[in-house]
C-alpha cells in the first residue's frame, strides 16, 4: 500500500490533537502498539494497555485526551481509534488507478464513462449505463444495461451489476459481489413452481460498502435498497424489495429474507436470520446468530436468540434454565417428603 | 425489462378469469396494490386488502372468485397471485438476447453449439461441450471440458461449470453460481489429511433455478443431483452426492452436508443445517435456522428447531420452558410449606 | 478424469498391502461398494457392509487386516479408506494441463511467471506477482499485484487474489474464492463510520484446500494465516487478523470474525459462528451450528450449541429440560397433596 511521510504536527493538526513531543517528527506508516517500529503511530485507548503503550516503539502515539500517559511523543484527542483511522485513510491512501479503459474491455457505445475513470480487463459495461468519475471498475466486473455507478467507486474483480441497478458515489462492492438478481419468489400450482415477477430494482446509495461474495436481490416489482453510509460484511445475503436504512453495520452470514425494513444505525450481528415483513427500528443491536420471525417489529434496544429476546430476558432465562437439573433434585426430594408426611398423618389415623 | 401491451381479455384468456368492465383495457405493467397506476395490472387475495383494491389505481386488479370485490375493471380467477404471475411473464417476457457468440469468448473447436444461442464476452466452452438452443451463456461464464447444457438455459455472469457437469432445459444459473467443484471429503493419517475422490459429477435437470454465489459439489464417487422444477435461493451450500428431489424450495444461505436426500415436494427455510447421511421424506417442511443430526430420517410434517422436532412439540416445550422461572418461585413456596408440616407434626409429637 | 490402469500388485506395493487372489489383475478405477464393476476397485471397513462386501462386482477390494474377509482377490491394509484414497489419486491423477499462457491473458511484464505453468483464457496477474513451477492458474482468475502463488497449485475459475498475498505450495482454490479482500473494521464518529485500515495481508501455507466461494479477508494491521495443510469447504467466512494453524478442517458456511486463533488439528462443524479474538486451542473439535461468544478460550474436547458447552454437558442439560413438561405436573400433583395435608392438620386441630 503505498506512503507518504508526515510529520507529528501535520498528523495532529488533521485530528485536532494536542502534541507533546518532538511535532517534527516524520511518520510514514500506522502500526498496533506490538509491531510498531520507528517511523510508525500508533493508539491507545484503554487503560490495560497503557503499559504496552509506554514500551511501544512507535515513533508517535495517540493517546485518550486526559489521560496520565505522558510518552515521548504523542498526540492527544477525545477518540484515539478514530483519530487512528483518519490518520491511516492519510498514510495509506486506498491504491489510485491511473484512468484507462483496458483494451479488452467491452464497453457499449451507449455507455457513457466519465474521463477519469479506471476499467480493468475484461470488464463489461452494457448499453446506456453510466460511470462517474473516479471510479475504479475493476478486472472481470461486469456491469449490464442501464447501470448507473455514480463517482469514485471501487468495483472490485467479478463484480455483477444486472441491468437498471443504481450505485452511489464512493461506494465499495467487494470481489464477487451481486447485485440485482432476481429475488426468491414463486407460486406454486399443480405444475410446479412459477415465477413471481422479479422485475423491481436496487438502489445502493453513497458511501456504501459491502463485502465479498455478498449478494443483493433486485425488489420484486418495486426496490431494494441499501441507505447511505451503510457496511455489509462478506456473504450477507439481503433478499428483494429489502429497505436498508443508513449507517446500519450487518456482519458476515447475515440473511435477511424479502420485504424486510432495517431503520437508520442499526447493528446486526453475524449469521442472523430475518423471516419477511420485518422492520427492525432505528438503534436496535441484534446479537450474531439470532433469528427473527417473520413480520415482526423489532424495537430499540438489544436483543439476543433464536427466536430474538431482549438479552437481559435471554440471559435471566437461561440463568433459570441451567437451574433445571438441581430442580429436578429438589422436587424429587420434596415428593419423598410429602410423602413421608402423608405416612405419618395416615399413621396418626390408624 | 421489456414490455408489451395486452387487453384485459387477453390477460383473463390466458389466466382462465372472467371479466367484469372495460374488457378492452390496454394493460402494459405488473405493479403492486399501492404503486400501479394507469396501464398496471394488480391483484388481491386476502380480504384484508379488499380497501386498499378499491383505491388503487390499477386500470384492472385480479380478485379472487366469488369475493364480494367488484371494481372497475376486474378479472376473478381461483387463484389470483398464481394469475398474476402468469399475466407478468407475458408482459414482462425474460430478456431475449439476439443469437451471437462474442468474439472475445474462447469456445473449444470440439464444443457443439446450438445455432440459435447467445454467448457473451469472456465466455468459455471448453472441449466437447453442448450448449442447447435458446440458450443464453452471459458475460464471464466459464464452462469446462464435457459439459452438456440444456436448451433455452439462462447462465448468468461469471458462473462456473466445472468438467462434465449436466444441465437441463430452462435452468436459470445465477451470477457466481459454481456447479462441480470437489466435494469436502479427507481421510486422516499421520501425514495430515489426504483428499477422497471427488471424481463424481453433477445432474441438475429441467426447470431449475440456482440463486446467486450457490454452490453444488460433484459427487465423490457418483452423482450430485437437483431434480427438476427445484428452486434454490442465494448461497446454497449442495455437498457432494446429495440428491435433491422435484419441486424441492430451498431458501438462502441453507448448507446440506454430503449424500443428504430431499425426497420431492419438500419446503425447506433459510440458513438450514443438514448433517450427512440424512433423508428428507417427500413433503416435509423444515423451518429456517433448523439443524438436522446426521443420519436422520425426517418424516413428512413441519420441523423446527436445533436439532429439528415438530413444530408443534418446539412450541409446547418452549411454552413450558418459559415457566421454568415461575416453577421456581412455586417449587421454593412448597419447600416452605411443607417445612412448615413437617414442623407442626414434629410440634405435635413433643 | 483421466485413467491409467494399475495392477493389484502395483496398488498393494503402493499402500503396503497383502494380496490375496490374482496379483495380476488390471485395475482401472475406484468406485463405490454397489456401483463397482469389472476392473474397478473398492473398499470396506466397517463389518456391517462386508455383505455387500462379497456381493459386489468390484475385480478388487481393500479390506482391514486380520478381517475374516476372504475374496476372490483382496488388498489387506490397516486402513482401507485411506488406501483407496491414496490408490484413487494414482488412478484418477488431478487434470492436469500443458504449460501454456493462453493469449488473452493479461500478464504484467514485471510478473515472474515459472516455464512449467498453465494460465487460462482471462486471467490477470498484476506488476511484480509471482506464479511457481507447475501451478494451473484456470480461466477468469485475477492476481493482483505483488502476489506470489507457489508451485504445484490449482487456482480455480473467477478465484480473486489481491494486491500482496501469499500462496504457498500444492495449494487448492476453488471457484469464486476471495483471498485478501478488506476485512470488516470501522469506527463510529458523529459523521458516520470510518474504516478502519485494512492494510495487511494474507498467508496461505503449502497444502491448504479453500472450497468454492470461500473469502479470506487481508489483516487490519498484520497478517491473515491459514496454516499447512488445512481444508475449509465452501462459502468459509475468514476474517481479519484471523490465525487459522495446521491440519484444521473447517466445515461449510462457517464464520470467523477477526483475530481469531484456532490451533492446530482442530476440526470445525458447518455454520459455526466465532465472535472476535478467540483462542481455540489445538484438538478442540466443535459440532455445526455451534456459537462461540467473543474471547472466549476453547479447551480440548467436543463442544456443542449456542453459546458453546463440553458436548455431554449438553446432552446433559437437554435432556433435563426435555423433562420440564413432566416436572410441571409432578409440581402440580404436589401442591396438591401438601394443600390436602394442610387441610388435614387444620381439620385436627378444629
Not at 12 to 37: H, N, P, Y
Not at 63 to 81: D, F, H, M, W
Not at 123 to 142: D, F, L, P, Y
Not at 191 to 200: A, R, V
Request: proline residues 3%.
Amino acid at each position: 500500500m503505498s506512503q507518504s511521510a508526515k510529520s507529528v504536527s501535520e498528523l495532529a493538526a488533521l485530528v485536532g490533537g494536542r502534541v507533546a513531543g518532538k511535532a517534527e517528527t516524520q511518520i510514514q506508516r500506522v502500526a498496533s502498539l506490538d509491531t510498531a517500529a520507528k517511523g510508525d503511530i500508533s493508539y491507545v485507548e484503554d487503560e490495560k494497555f497503557f503499559e504496552a503503550a509506554t514500551n511501544s516503539r512507535a515513533s508517535c502515539l495517540i493517546v485518550p485526551e486526559n489521560s496520565s500517559l505522558s510518552l515521548r511523543c504523542q498526540i492527544a484527542v477525545k477518540n484515539p481509534k478514530l483519530a487512528f483511522a483518519l490518520i491511516a485513510e492519510v498514510l495509506h491512501p486506498p491504491k489510485q488507478r491511473e484512468p484507462e479503459i483496458h483494451q479488452s474491455a467491452v464497453i457499449a457505445e451507449t455507455a457513457d464513462i466519465a474521463l477519469e475513470v479506471f476499467i480493468g480487463a475484461f470488464v463489461c459495461v452494457g448499453e446506456n449505463s453510466t460511470v462517474g468519475s473516479g471510479t475504479q471498475i475493476r478486472a472481470g466486473a461486469k456491469l449490464g444495461d442501464n447501470v448507473t455507478v455514480g463517482a469514485d467507486c471501487v468495483i472490485h474483480p467479478n463484480v455483477f451489476l444486472e441491468d437498471g441497478v443504481t450505485i452511489g458515489d464512493r461506494v465499495i462492492l467487494h470481489a464477487g459481489v451481486v447485485i440485482g438478481a432476481d429475488g426468491f419468489g414463486y407460486v406454486r400450482s399443480d405444475m410446479g413452481y412459477h415465477k413471481f415477477p422479479q422485475i423491481g430494482t436496487v438502489v445502493i446509495e453513497d458511501d456504501v460498502e459491502l463485502g465479498a461474495n455478498t449478494t443483493v436481490d433486485r425488489g420484486a416489482l418495486g426496490l431494494t435498497r441499501i441507505g447511505r453510509g451503510t457496511k455489509l460484511d462478506n456473504m450477507v445475503h439481503v433478499g428483494h424489495n429489502c429497505d436498508i436504512g443508513e449507517r446500519v453495520v450487518i456482519a458476515a452470514q447475515t440473511g435477511i429474507s424479502g420485504s424486510v425494513t432495517i431503520e437508520d444505525d442499526c447493528v446486526i450481528g453475524g449469521q442472523v436470520g430475518f423471516g419477511d415483513h420485518i422492520r427492525v427500528q432505528s438503534g436496535a443491536v441484534i446479537g450474531s446468530k439470532a433469528g427473527v420471525l417473520p413480520g415482526k417489529i423489532v424495537r430499540p434496544g438489544v436483543w439476543w436468540g433464536i427466536p430474538i429476546q431482549p438479552l437481559d430476558e435471554y440471559k435471566r432465562l437461561n440463568a433459570h434454565l441451567s437451574r433445571v437439573p438441581a430442580m429436578r433434585d429438589e422436587l424429587k426430594e420434596l415428593k419423598d417428603r410429602v410423602k413421608e408426611l402423608e405416612q405419618q398423618l395416615l399413621k396418626r389415623d390408624r
